[in-house]
């Protein structure tokens, strides 16, 4: 989740665990696209939702039950 | 005037009467094509011979012998659709039945051809296609918008009277808004959307982009199998979200949105109130990981490792990195959007509607598409997400609907309602409509004048 060289070793480390191939270019996007999103994503994080009771079955059609 | 530029109603209803011949309409309308795309790349493929079928066994319907496109996102009986890329990973894309294939064909309309897209629908610009960019009619430098580019060009430019797009984190309301159109992006699950490529999808939706709002609820009711029925907008309570959703806009936006709602409070009645949302600096985290996650499990390294090098290097990026995003996050975006809904529904006892600019600034150059807002320079994809993804990642409705120009390039002003108020949000558009004397639903780009 952290910035520049933290996030290089992340990727560097996911992609190769996983088998990923990327050229240059592509780890560039992947780097500029994640710094685009990282304060969302950092606040997403960081977050209190333990207590969030889960929506079961959920139906984006229609307001959630109250 | 050719009978091209008469509102989809109208060209229904002229040849219900006879006094409009569906043969000669789809001529003109395949015509239209020929003489304007070149310069558009709105429509990707056209099949005269699978139209003209269409219109010789078209039943008697809400548009019976009216010619419209659909977006290369779904399948047709004669042709797969591509997403606008050159493959889509993990996927075998076949010609079918899809749904709003099947709405259109029985409702009588001849599907005179496939809109372009922008590539795998990842971009609010319609810069990027295997086809090619698309062009705005109202500045041919200008991004369309995007991902439904080659609907909304198509519709601005005069080639049809609507379309059908797509709408997974804007898709429909972006285009509608930098094309001067109005498009809504209906509640989850209420139009047709059957062989999409993302069956489980939880945000995509289909929907309609026209001139109008009127013409937007014809096709509207075409792919939802029932009727929006009209009715007066009644007083509404407006609320409205001042930061960052007005505040962070460039100021012609900001003020052309100001006299537009000023406009529909003052015709319909109410009050607008200012509110705060649920959880706001979780909306667009939440919705692009929920998104993302749809097809997150055909992105195995063997499918990224497999990937086109015909797709653009942005996507063969986005892919990758969505095939390493920490599942944790994605679980928690999960339960974000579960606090957001609640937290919506409980907005919604105190506002009938939320408004804000759909998009922050006009159209943005295609080879950069960038913002310069108040905020600082930005990509126009992440300013238009903040804009636009509430709708998708809890299910409400939204309406984009032109209220403006800047520099020759349209505004468009967004209205949120609760889920299920489609109709509702469409006669809001049509009082939002008669309050500005319809200037706006009127103006065509000065190339077309």
């Not at chain 2, 259109?104 to 090619?132: F, P, Q």
């Amino acid at each position: 989740m952290e910035a520049g060289s933290a996030f290089q070793r992340y990727l560097d480390g996911a992609l190769e665990t996983l088998g990923i191939e990327a050229d240059e270019t592509e780890r560039m996007v992947m780097a500029g696209v994640w710094e685009l999103y990282r304060p969302g994503l950092e606040a997403l994080r960081d977050a209190d939702l333990d207590e969030v009771e889960p929506e079961l079955h959920a139906n984006l059609s229609q307001a959630p039950p109250r | 005037m050719s009978a091209l530029d008469l509102p989809l109603r109208e060209q229904a209803a002229q040849i219900d009467t006879g006094e409009l011949d569906p043969g000669e309409l789809l001529d003109s309308c395949l015509a239209r094509i020929e003489e304007r795309n070149p310069d558009l790349n709105a429509v990707v493929a056209t099949f005269p011979d699978e139209s003209r079928r269409m219109l010789a066994e078209a039943p008697k319907g809400p548009l019976y012998g009216v010619p419209v496109l659909i977006k290369d996102e779904w399948p047709l009986p004669w042709r797969a659709e591509t997403v606008g890329a050159a493959s889509v990973p993990g996927v075998h894309l076949e010609p079918g039945e899809s749904g709003p294939y099947r709405t259109l064909r029985d409702a009588g309309a001849v599907i005179a051809g496939v809109a372009n897209m922008h590539e795998l629908g990842s971009s609010s610009t319609g810069n990027a296609s295997v086809y090619g960019p698309t062009h705005n009619p109202w500045n041919l430098e200008r991004c369309p918008g995007g991902s439904s580019s080659g609907p909304a060009a198509a519709v601005a430019g005069g080639l049809v009277a609507g379309a059908v797009g797509a709408d997974g984190l804007g898709s429909i309301r972006y285009p509608a808004a930098y094309c001067g159109l109005t498009g809504i992006k209906p509640t989850f699950g209420r139009s047709a959307m059957e062989g999409h490529h993302i069956p489980n999808t939880v945000t995509i939706v289909s929907g309609p982009l026209c001139r109008d709002a009127a013409d937007c609820r014809l096709l509207a009711s075409v792919l939802f199998g029932e009727e929006l029925r009209s009715g007066e907008a009644g007083a509404l309570r407006i609320g409205v979200v001042r930061d960052p959703y007005w505040v962070d806009c460039t100021e012609p936006v900001r003020e052309a949105c100001e006299t537009a709602l000023e406009a529909l409070r003052g015709a319909v009645g109410g009050e607008v109130i200012e509110v705060e949302l649920p959880d706001q600096e979780l909306i667009v985290p939440a919705a692009v990981l929920i998104a993302q996650s749809e097809e997150a499990g055909r992105l195995t390294p063997a499918n990224l490792n497999a990937l086109s090098p015909e797709l653009g290097v942005i996507n063969r990026g986005v892919l990758k990195l969505r095939g390493i995003v920490p599942g944790t996050l994605t679980a928690r975006a999960f339960a974000a959007r579960t606090r957001i809904r609640r937290g919506l529904a409980e907005l919604f006892d105190q506002v009938d509607t939320l408004a804000w600019p759909t998009i922050p600034g006009v159209a943005p150059p295609l080879l950069e598409p960038n913002m310069e807002l108040p905020s600082g320079t930005t990509s126009s994809d992440a300013a238009c997400a903040r804009q636009g993804v509430l709708a998708n990642l809890t299910g409400i409705p939204g309406i984009s609907v032109p209220v403006g120009l800047d520099d020759g390039l349209p505004i468009g002003l967004q209205l949120l309602g609760p889920w299920g108020s489609d109709a509702r949000l469409l006669d809001a558009a049509e009082a939002l409509e008669r309050a500005t004397d319809r200037e706006f639903v009127e103006l065509r780009p000065a190339a077309l004048a």
